[in-house]
């Protein structure tokens, strides 16, 4: 009996493959470290094949944990980190090493692309502004310096397009990642002019046939299933990205009701959904527009370069003053610290920007020079004032993402590890002045994935049956926000913005020196 789907999730630095039932009940997980490389130049780059190997070894661990599991298995749902460049040559092996999202070089094209005449075409088709992180940017980037490569390459793929080729033997893209970069979200399709603002129109021939997973399945080839333990033939489902796929899991469309939903992982996510023709194109061209697995249905996206980023540099502050001294302090006994140290601060005392990522930053604005930093600090201030700072300074950035994907009233659902922070939650439901959900589904990601692969196979009629199964059972109850945390947060946010804005010539006075 085939009652199993398979939820395949590539995370930067974990791969993930994740047994579900029919009904949405997780059974088994397995988990790989994804190991990548990065250099001061701004480089952060993957292995391709060690990144597919290391997916079939999980899903061989997978099967060593679920009894008989490549017989069980109706389908396999598989997504990925979002965003950087896979080249393969005209024989699919790989053209050197992935540029992952997480690298910079491409800030100089970025620059160059956004004071373009033909920018502001290519956002309102995308909905997405141009930054580093973006395939379209680091393709051009590298034709500007490095045509070799690009020459070199057959096809231009995304973390979970180049698994998806492994898996299947197909050359393929969903529309969610093909659409923000080279398209547009209202027809889920390439764009020309888009792709000609990119100063891309001769590498068009890189990019693979969009499908959509929720209706088409290819087999798991003899090769693939050789190395992960699974039967060949089995469907393959090409998910939408991880992000699109981790807010579906999480409950960013239940019951046919749009809402708001925030990733808190190392990067942070902010995104509402809403009907295409609804979208909000702000004028500074920021942000990200993708389409959902639902027809006529958009996730717009303001993205933090980090989140709790911030909160690992803070605690790893206190980890190595404390090592300094002669005590080594596990991570997990200062992550348990957290809380009180929040509680025990006074709320608004510190103002921090948290653009802690060496990448700098990308939402609600595009400066990959932004960086970091207090305001406000006296001689009373203590630790745990710049703990609570830290966390208070996530709520601002996600009210400040959130402002500029038009105004909002929508619960906020929230996933990710931080999200399981009592204090965390708290400030950013009185930040963004609306109340807070936390699903109790801990593998989002590859729910989604798992969730769009069911659909593709017969099991749910649509993405909207398959929801209300798997992920509207799964919220837990809506946290309201402290009104007296509101007015602090109401009060400090201009404060916070104008302190955003006046940097900006600072960071780039910093970058010269540099």
């Not at 020309?192 to 929720?214: K, Y």
């Not at 393959?236 to 992982?265: E, H, K, N, Y």
């Not at 003053?321 to 348990?336: C, P, S, T, Y």
Request: some cysteine; hydrophobic content about 45%; overall charge negative.
């Amino acid at each position: 009996m085939r009652d199993i789907l398979i939820g395949v999730d590539v995370g930067t630095s974990v791969i993930k493959a994740i047994a579900f039932d029919l009904e949405g009940r997780q059974l088994a997980a397995a988990a790989t470290p994804n190991r990548y490389h990065t250099r001061p130049d701004g480089a952060a780059f993957q292995s391709l094949d060690e990144t597919w190997s290391d997916c079939a070894a999980t899903l061989r661990l997978l099967g060593e944990r679920v009894p008989d599991l490549a017989q069980r298995t109706a389908a396999i749902g598989v997504t990925g980190q979002g965003d950087g460049t896979w080249l393969v040559d005209g024989a699919n092996r790989p053209v050197g090493d992935a540029w992952l999202w997480l690298d910079g070089r491409a800030g100089p094209t970025v620059r160059r692309l956004r004071g373009a005449p033909a920018d502001r075409a290519r956002y309102v088709a995308t909905g997405s502004g141009l930054n580093v992180c973006q395939q379209g940017s680091q393709l051009a980037h590298m034709k500007a310096t490095t045509p070799e490569i690009v020459a070199a390459a057959d096809a231009g793929m995304h973390c979970k397009d180049w698994l998806y080729l492994n898996l299947t033997g197909v050359r393929a893209t969903d529309p969610s990642e093909a659409c923000f970069t080279f398209g547009d979200f209202r027809t889920r399709a390439y764009d020309d002019e888009v792709i000609a603002a990119l100063g891309l129109t001769a590498e068009r021939r890189l990019l693979p046939p969009i499908i959509d997973g929720t209706t088409t399945t290819h087999p798991l080839s003899a090769a693939a299933a050789a190395v992960s333990g699974l039967r060949p033939g089995t469907p393959v489902s090409l998910g939408f990205v991880d992000v699109v796929c981790t807010a579906l899991g999480a409950g960013i469309l239940t019951q046919g009701a749009p809402a708001r939903c925030s990733i808190i992982g190392s990067t942070g996510m902010h995104m509402r959904a809403c009907a295409a023709e609804d979208a909000y194109l702000n004028a500074e061209g920021t942000g990200y527009t993708m389409t959902l697995p639902i027809p006529g249905m958009i996730a717009q996206m303001q993205s933090n370069m980090a989140a709790t980023l911030n909160i690992d540099w803070a605690l790893a502050l206190a980890a190595d003053l404390m090592a300094d001294m002669g005590h080594v302090v596990a991570r997990e006994d200062l992550i348990a610290r957290i809380e009180g140290w929040v509680a025990g601060a006074r709320p608004g005392a510190l103002l921090y920007h948290p653009y802690i990522s060496e990448a700098g930053e990308r939402g609600p604005f595009v400066n990959n020079r932004a960086r970091a930093g207090f305001n406000g600090l006296s001689f009373s201030h203590r630790f745990p004032d710049l703990m609570r700072g830290v966390v208070e300074g996530l709520g601002m950035a996600a009210r400040d993402c959130y402002a500029a994907m038009g105004a909002s009233s929508s619960e906020v659902r929230l996933t990710g590890g931080a999200g399981r922070s009592r204090a965390l939650r708290a400030i950013l439901a009185a930040c963004v002045n609306a109340p807070v959900r936390v699903s109790s589904r801990e593998e989002a990601g590859a729910a989604g994935a798992a969730m769009i692969a069911a659909c593709a196979v017969g099991a749910y009629a649509d993405m909207n049956a398959a929801i209300a199964r798997w992920v509207t059972p799964a919220l837990g109850e809506a946290e309201a926000p402290d009104a007296a945390l509101v007015d602090i947060y109401e009060k400090l946010f201009p404060a916070y913005l104008m302190a955003r804005k006046a940097l900006e010539p600072v960071w780039e006075q910093l970058a010269q020196k540099d």
